[in-house]
């Protein structure tokens, strides 16, 4: 299931070098494990070289209120206003695949940007920063295991 970033991501402007010279097609595959419960909130986010949130990318699960369980992403993105503007969607199953597409600026890939995916389950226990993959042009297609509720997590660069 493909899920579109509207306007190409309401983090664009953040996340892009001035007047978005280039951009490219990144999409991001998250396969879930079988792990025996609800659904999966998830987050998907970018960090600078240095560690700084720099931008929303999805949030898979609805309820504003188990988002705190997203630590990781909860605390980095707690002072972006317009972190969930057009990239939220439905909770994902276990056993699924989440599917995310993004428009990313050209500077942002080798440039020491992260990737990064937390996962909460309910009843379970939380797992932030569950993935982290360096954005680069040598990383697409290489797929990284998760520590708990994650199978996988590659990339693609078009």
């Not at 951009?23 to 970018?46: I, M, P």
């Amino acid at each position: 299931m493909k899920k579109p970033v509207l306007a190409t991501l309401a983090a664009a402007c953040a996340l892009a070098v001035p007047a978005l010279a280039q951009s490219r097609e990144v999409t991001l595959t998250t396969q879930l494990k079988n792990y025996g419960g609800d659904g999966a909130y998830l987050a998907v986010y970018l960090t600078d070289a240095k560690g700084a949130y720099t931008g929303t990318l999805w949030v898979a699960g609805g309820k504003a209120k188990y988002h705190r369980h997203l630590s990781d992403w909860n605390r980095l993105s707690a002072g972006d206003a317009k972190r969930l503007q057009g990239v939220t969607g439905a909770s994902v199953g276990a056993g699924r695949t989440l599917k995310v597409t993004a428009d990313l600026a050209d500077a942002l890939i080798d440039a020491g940007y992260e990737i990064h995916v937390d996962a909460a389950v309910e009843d379970m226990r939380d797992s932030p920063s569950e993935v982290r993959l360096p954005l680069t042009a040598a990383g697409a297609g290489k797929a990284q295991t998760g520590k708990q509720y994650i199978q996988s997590v590659s990339y693609q660069i078009k």
